[in-house]
């Protein structure tokens, strides 16, 4: 069973940076995908941000310019560093992989980016 773990999550002022980190039981080698997405009160949980195993990357038009997802093969470790934040990125934030020859698909269990105004 593969494990995501979650960190870097907080309150922060608008206009400042927070970076996620979400750690992998496993290397990532094997992943086709990586995510993150977000969900805020009352809403659907949205893409935020992927990269797959060949390092292409798809950012939600919200964010474009301002949050980037990266990996550290290495580590087993991929990131989303966030500029620039907005009140409305205020969410909760959840990483995610996904093995897709075996529908496989593995959730963090989510960290807080509180951003005031």
């Known amino acids: 069973q593969v494990q995501l773990v979650e960190s870097g999550g907080g309150l922060v002022q608008a206009g400042g940076s927070l970076r996620l980190s979400c750690a992998a039981s496993?290397?990532?080698?094997?992943?086709?995908?990586m995510g993150w997405y977000r969900q805020a009160p009352g809403n659907q949980r949205e893409l935020v941000a992927s990269?797959?195993?060949?390092?292409?990357?798809n950012y939600a038009d919200s964010v474009k310019g301002r949050f980037t997802i990266s990996r550290d093969n290495a580590k087993n470790t991929f990131y989303l560093q966030m500029n620039d934040l907005k009140p409305e990125d205020t969410a909760v934030y959840y990483c995610?992989?996904?093995?897709?020859?075996?529908?496989?698909?593995?959730w963090g269990q989510g960290t807080q980016v509180t951003v005031s105004s």
């Open positions: 995610n992989a996904q093995i897709v020859v075996y529908k496989l698909e593995y």
């Open positions: 990269i797959t195993s060949g390092g292409s990357t």
């Open positions: 496993r290397s990532i080698f094997s992943f086709n995908t």
